[in-house]
C-alpha cells in the first residue's frame, strides 16, 4: 500500500482479494537467504554455501569436494546468513575498487570515492563531485558485468552524460559493454532475490570505502 495510504483500506482490500494476492505472490521468485545448504552466486559461478564446526566464523571461499568452488563458514549457524553476505560485500568492494583503478588510470581520471550501495533501480552511479557509487550485488555478476559497470561510471567522471562522447570511452575501455548490458537486462533483477536488503531508497546506511583506496 502506499505510504499515506488507509491501513483500515488497506485490510479491507487485502480481505476482498486474498486469493488473487496469493497468486501474485506466488509468481514472485523465492527469496534466496545466504544460509547453509543454499547456493549464492559468485562472481557469476554457483557457490554452495557450506557451514563446518572446525572452520572459521569470517566465510571463505574453498575448493568444494565435489567439485567447484563453496563458500566455506563456522561460528554460529544462525549468524552464517549475515556473515556470507558482509563477506559478498566485502569481495565486491575488492572486485569494484581493482576494476575503477585500473580505468581510472587508463582513463586519466581520479575517483573521490566508492560506496557500496543496494538500490534496487541501479547498479551504479557517478555524482558532480566524482563520487562513485555502486550495488554490492555486482559480485554475484560474471566478472565482464562488474567490470563493465566500473568503467561505465569511471567514463562518467570524463563524460557526465550518455552522449555519443561518452559510449565511445567506455565501448574503448570495455569492448564487452553491449554483452554486460544484454546479462544485467536478462539476469539483473535475479540478483535481487539474494540474501537480505534491497533497501529501495538509497542506502545511506552502508558504509563508504575511503577515497585514497579507490585511486
Ligand atoms: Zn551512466
Redesign the pocket.
Known amino acids: 500500500m502506499p505510504q499515506r495510504g488507509d491501513v483500515r483500506a488497506a485490510v479491507r482490500f487485502a480481505e476482498a482479494h486474498g486469493d488473487w494476492i496469493a497468486a501474485r505472490l506466488r509468481r514472485v521468485p523465492k527469496r534466496i537467504e545466504f544460509r547453509p545448504g543454499a547456493v549464492a552466486l559468485v562472481r557469476g559461478a554457483p557457490h554452495p554455501i557450506v557451514w563446518q564446526a572446525s572452520a572459521r566464523a569470517v566465510p571463505a571461499i574453498a575448493p568444494h569436494p565435489d567439485g567447484g568452488m563453496m563458500i566455506l563458514t563456522g561460528g554460529d549457524p544462525r549468524h552464517a546468513p549475515r556473515r556470507v553476505q558482509e563477506f559478498l560485500r566485502r569481495e565486491a568492494a575488492r572486485d569494484l575498487e581493482r576494476a575503477v583503478d585500473r580505468h581510472s588510470r587508463a582513463l586519466g581520471v581520479r575517483a573521490r570515492s566508492i560506496t557500496l550501495r543496494d538500490q534496487r533501480t541501479r547498479w551504479?552511479?557517478?555524482t558532480a563531485a566524482g563520487r562513485l557509487n555502486f550495488s554490492w550485488r555486482l559480485i554475484m555478476a560474471p566478472p565482464e558485468v562488474l567490470d563493465y559497470l566500473a568503467a561505465?561510471?569511471v567514463c562518467?567522471l570524463r563524460e557526465m552524460n550518455?552522449s555519443e562522447r561518452?559510449w565511445a570511452l567506455v565501448y574503448n575501455l570495455c569492448p564487452g559493454t553491449d554483452e554486460a548490458e544484454a546479462w544485467l537486462k536478462a539476469h539483473g533483477a535475479s540478483l535481487h532475490r539474494y540474501g537480505v536488503g534491497g533497501d529501495g531508497a538509497d542506502g545511506d546506511s552502508d558504509a563508504g570505502l575511503s577515497a585514497g583506496e579507490a585511486a
Open positions: 551504479g552511479s557517478c561505465h561510471e562518467h550518455h561518452f
